[in-house]
Nanobody, 123 residues
Framework: QVQLVESGGGLVQAGGSLRLSCSASGRTFSSYAMGWFRQAPGKEREFVAGIRWSGGATYYANSVKGRFTISGDNAKNTVYLQMNSLKPEDTAVYYC????????????????WGKGTLVTVSS
């Protein structure tokens, strides 16, 4: 069984920074891409950022472009999310996810999920 474990969440003031980490454990698997999603209270889970290992292409939601940076290590199935200039509207539970094939990027297309880490941005 594959497990994704996130860490790095917490409480930060607006304008501050946090770095989230996600690592895989358990059964060995080969991921096609990994990404971060978030879910704020009362809202649907949404895509935040993703990285496709082949070629290293990165993708971002418009709401975080220029503020968040995704990076990672394909061999270790590890991914990071550097979050700068945080805003109160970034408050959410952040989930790490992995996809094993193309067509990823939506909630339904990801194959493995972490349990999430809470990020709270105070104004």
């Amino acid at each position: 069984q594959v497990q994704l474990v996130e860490s790095g969440g917490g409480l930060v003031q607006a304008g501050g920074s946090l770095r989230l980490s996600c690592s895989a454990s358990g059964r060995t698997f080969s991921s096609y891409a990994m990404g971060w999603f978030r879910q704020a209270p009362g809202k649907e889970r949404e895509f935040v950022a993703g990285i496709r290992w082949s070629g290293g292409a990165t993708y971002y939601a418009n709401s975080v472009k220029g503020r968040f940076t995704i990076s990672g290590d394909n061999a270790k199935n590890t991914v990071y999310l550097q979050m700068n200039s945080l805003k109160p509207e970034d408050t959410a539970v952040y989930y790490c996810a992995a996809a094993t094939s193309a067509g990823w990027g939506t909630v339904d297309a990801m194959d493995y999920w972490g349990k999430g880490t809470l990020v709270t941005v105070s104004s």
